[in-house]
């Protein structure tokens, strides 16, 4: 099976920046696109940002637009979530997931393989 290992949280001021890192293994790999979802204490998991592995087209929460990016370096198996001006609102724990052909990139049932997460706190 594809595991997902996240990596790169922690806590920081607002403004600040931080950049999570999700390696992807596994016997095969085999996705069509990764995504980004966070999930804050007694909160729903919500869509953060979306990439394909060929082609690269990008896909952002219209919360997070122009302020995260979204990259990949396929040699690597490697998503990045690249988060600048980070607001205390963005506190959460961030999953990096994988999807064999989303039909809704936002829709978090269409993603087959989950990381465990990585924590982000934001301080005011």
Do not use: H
Not at 11 to 28: D, E, F, H, P
Not at 74 to 103: F, H, I, W
């Amino acid at each position: 099976q594809v595991q997902l290992v996240e990596s790169g949280g922690g806590l920081v001021q607002a403004g600040g920046s931080l950049r999570l890192s999700c390696v992807v293994s596994g016997r095969t790999f085999s996705s069509d696109a990764m995504g980004w979802f966070r999930q804050a204490p007694g909160k729903e998991r919500d869509f953060v940002a979306a990439i394909k592995w060929n082609g690269g087209r990008k896909y952002y929460a219209d919360s997070v637009k122009g302020r995260f990016t979204i990259s990949r370096d396929n040699a690597k198996n490697t998503v990045y979530l690249q988060m600048n001006s980070l607001k205390p609102e963005d506190t959460a724990v961030y999953y990096c997931a994988a999807s064999g052909r989303p039909r809704d990139y936002v829709s978090r049932y269409e993603y087959d393989y989950w990381g465990q997460g990585t924590q982000v706190t934001v301080s005011s």
